[in-house]
Protein backbone atom coordinates (compact mmCIF):
# COMPACT_ATOMS: atom_id res chain seq x y z
CA UNK A 1 0.00 0.00 0.00
CA UNK A 2 1.44 3.08 -0.86
CA UNK A 3 2.12 6.01 1.52
CA UNK A 4 0.06 9.41 1.51
CA UNK A 5 1.28 12.36 -0.51
CA UNK A 6 3.74 14.05 1.84
CA UNK A 7 2.11 17.88 2.35
CA UNK A 8 3.99 20.32 0.34
CA UNK A 9 5.78 24.12 1.84
CA UNK A 10 6.55 26.92 -0.46
CA UNK A 11 9.39 28.58 1.18
CA UNK A 12 10.89 31.47 -0.33
CA UNK A 13 14.10 32.87 0.77
CA UNK A 14 17.00 34.44 -1.04
CA UNK A 15 19.87 32.69 1.11
CA UNK A 16 20.62 28.98 -0.36
CA UNK A 17 21.91 28.26 3.24
CA UNK A 18 18.39 29.02 4.69
CA UNK A 19 16.94 26.94 1.79
CA UNK A 20 19.19 23.98 2.01
CA UNK A 21 18.33 24.01 6.47
CA UNK A 22 14.56 24.49 5.96
CA UNK A 23 14.43 22.06 3.42
CA UNK A 24 16.19 19.08 5.87
CA UNK A 25 14.60 20.32 8.76
CA UNK A 26 10.90 20.27 6.98
CA UNK A 27 11.84 16.51 5.54
CA UNK A 28 12.78 15.17 8.82
CA UNK A 29 8.92 16.31 10.01
CA UNK A 30 7.49 14.59 7.05
CA UNK A 31 7.01 17.47 4.57
CA UNK A 32 8.13 18.08 1.04
CA UNK A 33 9.71 21.87 0.50
CA UNK A 34 9.51 23.98 -2.83
CA UNK A 35 11.93 26.02 -2.71
CA UNK A 36 12.21 29.89 -4.12
CA UNK A 37 14.73 32.77 -4.40
CA UNK A 38 12.46 35.71 -5.19
CA UNK A 39 9.01 37.35 -4.83
CA UNK A 40 7.95 36.30 -8.47
CA UNK A 41 9.62 32.83 -8.23
CA UNK A 42 7.45 32.00 -4.92
CA UNK A 43 4.21 33.68 -6.88
CA UNK A 44 4.91 31.02 -9.80
CA UNK A 45 5.44 27.87 -7.62
CA UNK A 46 2.89 29.09 -5.72
CA UNK A 47 0.41 28.47 -8.84
CA UNK A 48 1.31 25.71 -10.08
CA UNK A 49 2.62 23.17 -6.94
CA UNK A 50 -0.30 23.73 -5.19
CA UNK A 51 1.59 24.03 -1.58
CA UNK A 52 -0.31 23.66 1.78
CA UNK A 53 1.37 26.10 3.62
CA UNK A 54 4.42 28.67 2.97
CA UNK A 55 7.37 30.14 5.15
CA UNK A 56 8.45 33.26 3.67
CA UNK A 57 11.38 35.49 4.32
CA UNK A 58 10.88 39.35 4.71
CA UNK A 59 13.51 40.43 2.92
CA UNK A 60 14.08 39.51 -0.47
CA UNK A 61 15.61 40.75 -3.95
CA UNK A 62 12.14 41.86 -5.67
CA UNK A 63 10.22 42.88 -3.31
CA UNK A 64 9.67 41.79 0.67
CA UNK A 65 7.91 39.22 2.25
CA UNK A 66 5.01 41.27 3.14
CA UNK A 67 3.97 42.42 -0.39
CA UNK A 68 4.30 38.28 -1.41
CA UNK A 69 2.00 37.38 1.63
CA UNK A 70 -0.45 40.08 0.58
CA UNK A 71 -0.12 38.85 -3.27
CA UNK A 72 -1.14 35.64 -2.07
CA UNK A 73 -3.69 36.47 -0.31
CA UNK A 74 -5.19 37.19 -3.21
CA UNK A 75 -6.11 34.00 -4.25
CA UNK A 76 -5.33 31.60 -1.54
CA UNK A 77 -6.33 30.39 2.00
CA UNK A 78 -2.93 28.00 3.02
CA UNK A 79 -1.30 29.26 6.10
CA UNK A 80 1.37 32.15 5.55
CA UNK A 81 4.35 31.93 8.19
CA UNK A 82 6.95 34.98 8.11
CA UNK A 83 10.57 34.18 8.87
CA UNK A 84 12.86 36.68 9.43
CA UNK A 85 15.50 38.65 11.41
CA UNK A 86 13.85 41.78 11.65
CA UNK A 87 11.82 41.48 15.17
CA UNK A 88 10.34 44.61 16.26
CA UNK A 89 6.70 44.51 16.83
CA UNK A 90 6.20 46.88 13.65
CA UNK A 91 7.35 44.11 11.05
CA UNK A 92 5.24 41.84 12.77
CA UNK A 93 2.81 43.75 12.44
CA UNK A 94 3.11 44.75 9.11
CA UNK A 95 3.82 41.36 8.40
CA UNK A 96 0.22 40.06 9.82
CA UNK A 97 -1.97 42.85 8.94
CA UNK A 98 -0.70 41.67 5.45
CA UNK A 99 -2.30 37.97 5.70
CA UNK A 100 0.25 36.30 7.26
CA UNK A 101 -0.79 33.74 9.89
CA UNK A 102 2.43 33.78 11.79
CA UNK A 103 6.30 35.36 12.47
CA UNK A 104 8.91 33.45 13.68
CA UNK A 105 12.12 35.25 14.36
CA UNK A 106 15.66 34.14 13.03
CA UNK A 107 17.65 32.75 14.68
CA UNK A 108 15.00 29.76 14.97
CA UNK A 109 14.60 26.63 16.77
CA UNK A 110 13.41 23.73 14.47
CA UNK A 111 11.06 22.24 16.58
CA UNK A 112 8.90 25.56 17.17
CA UNK A 113 8.73 26.04 13.59
CA UNK A 114 7.52 22.62 13.27
CA UNK A 115 5.09 22.89 16.12
CA UNK A 116 3.84 26.54 14.42
CA UNK A 117 3.64 25.03 11.48
CA UNK A 118 1.62 22.43 12.27
CA UNK A 119 -0.70 23.93 14.13
CA UNK A 120 -1.18 26.38 11.59
CA UNK A 121 -2.02 23.64 9.87
CA UNK A 122 -4.21 22.56 12.00
CA UNK A 123 -6.36 24.99 12.08
CA UNK A 124 -6.72 25.51 8.33
CA UNK A 125 -7.56 21.80 7.95
CA UNK A 126 -10.29 21.25 10.94
CA UNK A 127 -13.66 20.39 10.26
CA UNK A 128 -15.81 23.14 11.95
CA UNK A 129 -19.10 22.38 13.72
CA UNK A 130 -22.55 22.83 11.54
CA UNK A 131 -24.28 25.54 13.22
CA UNK A 132 -24.70 29.60 11.90
CA UNK A 133 -23.82 32.57 13.72
CA UNK A 134 -25.25 35.65 12.45
CA UNK A 135 -25.04 39.46 14.03
CA UNK A 136 -25.81 42.76 13.02
CA UNK A 137 -25.06 42.30 9.10
CA UNK A 138 -22.69 39.37 9.81
CA UNK A 139 -23.42 35.64 9.21
CA UNK A 140 -20.82 33.27 9.61
CA UNK A 141 -20.97 29.81 8.16
CA UNK A 142 -18.53 27.57 10.44
CA UNK A 143 -19.72 24.62 8.39
CA UNK A 144 -18.98 26.27 5.05
CA UNK A 145 -16.11 28.12 6.56
CA UNK A 146 -17.76 31.13 5.05
CA UNK A 147 -18.38 34.62 5.97
CA UNK A 148 -20.16 37.00 4.71
CA UNK A 149 -21.20 40.93 5.48
CA UNK A 150 -24.09 42.01 4.24
CA UNK A 151 -24.83 39.59 1.65
CA UNK A 152 -21.11 39.88 0.15
CA UNK A 153 -18.96 37.33 0.90
CA UNK A 154 -15.65 38.38 3.25
CA UNK A 155 -12.45 36.49 2.82
CA UNK A 156 -10.24 35.91 6.05
CA UNK A 157 -7.48 33.51 6.90
CA UNK A 158 -7.23 30.55 8.83
CA UNK A 159 -6.51 32.33 11.94
CA UNK A 160 -8.66 35.31 11.95
CA UNK A 161 -11.70 32.86 11.06
CA UNK A 162 -10.75 30.89 13.89
CA UNK A 163 -10.65 33.80 16.19
CA UNK A 164 -13.47 34.62 14.83
CA UNK A 165 -15.06 31.33 15.29
CA UNK A 166 -13.82 31.50 19.31
CA UNK A 167 -14.98 35.39 19.82
CA UNK A 168 -18.43 34.73 18.04
CA UNK A 169 -19.10 31.06 19.81
CA UNK A 170 -18.89 32.79 22.98
CA UNK A 171 -21.31 35.88 22.35
CA UNK A 172 -21.67 38.09 25.19
CA UNK A 173 -18.74 36.51 27.84
CA UNK A 174 -14.98 38.37 28.07
CA UNK A 175 -12.51 36.16 26.76
CA UNK A 176 -8.54 37.31 28.13
CA UNK A 177 -5.96 37.84 25.93
CA UNK A 178 -4.26 34.67 27.23
CA UNK A 179 -7.98 32.57 26.45
CA UNK A 180 -7.66 33.83 23.02
CA UNK A 181 -4.36 33.50 22.49
CA UNK A 182 -4.04 30.06 23.77
CA UNK A 183 -6.60 28.59 21.97
CA UNK A 184 -6.37 29.87 18.65
CA UNK A 185 -2.21 29.86 18.47
CA UNK A 186 -1.23 27.51 21.60
CA UNK A 187 0.01 27.40 24.37
CA UNK A 188 2.99 28.59 23.52
CA UNK A 189 1.67 31.97 22.64
CA UNK A 190 0.16 33.02 25.40
CA UNK A 191 1.76 36.15 26.21
CA UNK A 192 2.06 37.48 22.56
CA UNK A 193 -0.55 40.18 22.75
CA UNK A 194 0.60 41.84 19.87
CA UNK A 195 0.33 39.32 17.70
CA UNK A 196 -3.42 38.96 19.05
CA UNK A 197 -4.18 42.59 18.38
CA UNK A 198 -3.28 42.68 14.87
CA UNK A 199 -5.31 39.91 14.10
CA UNK A 200 -7.92 41.77 15.56
CA UNK A 201 -7.86 44.81 13.73
CA UNK A 202 -7.71 43.09 10.70
CA UNK A 203 -10.99 41.25 11.41
CA UNK A 204 -12.81 44.45 12.46
CA UNK A 205 -11.57 45.86 9.45
CA UNK A 206 -13.31 43.24 7.11
CA UNK A 207 -16.41 42.79 9.73
CA UNK A 208 -17.28 46.09 11.20
CA UNK A 209 -19.59 48.89 9.53
CA UNK A 210 -17.31 51.91 9.30
CA UNK A 211 -17.38 54.19 12.20
CA UNK A 212 -20.51 52.28 13.76
CA UNK A 213 -20.58 50.13 16.99
CA UNK A 214 -18.29 47.24 17.29
CA UNK A 215 -18.90 43.63 17.28
CA UNK A 216 -15.85 43.17 18.57
CA UNK A 217 -15.41 44.94 21.94
CA UNK A 218 -12.51 46.07 23.34
CA UNK A 219 -11.88 45.23 27.09
CA UNK A 220 -8.70 47.46 27.78
CA UNK A 221 -6.09 45.36 29.57
CA UNK A 222 -7.86 42.30 29.92
CA UNK A 223 -9.26 41.00 26.39
CA UNK A 224 -12.22 40.98 23.78
CA UNK A 225 -16.18 40.68 24.28
CA UNK A 226 -18.31 39.43 21.16
CA UNK A 227 -21.21 41.90 21.15
CA UNK A 228 -22.78 41.02 18.11
Known amino acids: ?16 QIL ?6 LRDAGYESLPAGSV ?4 DI ?7 AAIIDLVLPDGDGVELCRRLREWTVMPLIVLSAVGDE ?3 VRALSSGAD ?31 IEADRLLVDLARHTVEVAGEE ?34 GYGDDTQVLRAHIANLRRKIERPGGPRLIRTESGVGYRFQG
Request: charged letters at 30%; glycine letters at 6%.
Open 1 to 16: MSSPPRPRILVCDDEQ
Open 20 to 25: RALRVI
Open 40 to 43: EEAL
Open 46 to 52: AAVGNPD
Open 90 to 92: DAK
Open 102 to 132: DYVTKPFGPRELIARLEANLRRSGSEPESAL
Open 154 to 187: VHLTPTEFELLRKLAGNRGRLLTHRELLVSVWGA
